[in-house]
């Protein structure tokens, strides 16, 4: 079994992040950039599937600019056999990315895709259910405990209500929660090997998708800052502050 993880390269999650001067998008001089945190989860739970015999093949899918071989180089040193970097120096929306993904998926012949639920820089949590449709696969969203079985998958997903229960006949798409498994670190000997493992270079065009966006951002801003607390004498001065002030009851 062949297994695909998609991976993002992002701010650093413990990065305060800045907006530039003209409000036009963030700041990334000298940012430290990392993988997508549920990308990281995506990667641990496919090599957990190699590691029990479960999967012959896992390969790191990025979409982006040359610099997303970084991250490439952190999932093979994690675990991954092989990467491949789709060349996209320009931004890329949700559905070019599902895209870019099912040429792969048709290309490679692969028979999970697993990638995190949302990226931490958009928060958009779009791409996996396009690639369900594009594909025309069963998909198992926001996966909590996911576990092969004689050509399916079962998966448990976070629901309002609690946990869902849904067993999945492979090929499937499976995007990760947080609460799934917890990313191991990079050995350094594995970071060496990782070094030699293989990374395809590859562009949309090579792949039949056309990247169009029909989304614009028009502005970006920081959140507003948060004003300073205050002391109140008594509970009815606090209930009367909440009422006019807070405007919450």
């Known amino acids: 079994m062949k297994i695909l993880v998609g991976i993002k390269r992002v701010v650093d999650a413990n990065v305060k992040v800045r907006v530039k001067s003209d409000g036009s998008g963030v700041d990334l001089t000298n940012a430290k950039m990392a993988i ?42 994690l675990g991954a056999d092989r990467g491949i970097l789709v060349e996209a120096e320009e931004s890329v929306d949700p559905l070019s990315v599902a895209k870019i993904l099912q040429a792969l998926v048709d290309k490679e012949q692969i028979d999970l895709v697993i990638l995190g639920k949302l990226s931490i820089d958009t928060d958009n949590n779009q791409v996996g259910q396009m690639l369900a449709a594009l594909c025309n696969y069963p998909q198992g969203t926001f996966a909590c405990k996911a576990e092969l079985q004689d050509g399916k998958i079962k998966v448990s997903r976070e629901i309002d209500g609690g946990e869902q229960t849904v067993l999945l006949t492979l090929p499937a798409i499976v995007t990760t929660d947080l609460r799934l498994n917890e990313p191991r670190y990079a050995s350094l000997p594995n970071i060496m090997k990782a070094k030699k493992k293989p ?38 001065e606090l209930v009367e502050k909440l009422r006019s002030e807070a405007k919450v009851i």
């Open 36 to 77: 997508n945190p549920f990308c990281e989860i995506a990667v641990e739970a496919a090599i957990r599937f190699k590691e029990a015999g479960s999967a012959e093949e896992v390969i790191a899918v990025s979409v982006g600019p040359q610099a997303c071989q970084e991250q490439i180089r952190t999932a093979l040193a």
């Open 199 to 236: 990374i395809d270079k590859l562009t949309p065009a090579e792949l039949g998708v056309e990247i169009r966006s029909g989304l614009k951002i028009l502005s970006v801003a920081p959140p507003p800052e948060r004003l300073a607390g205050i002391k109140v004498e008594s509970v009815a």
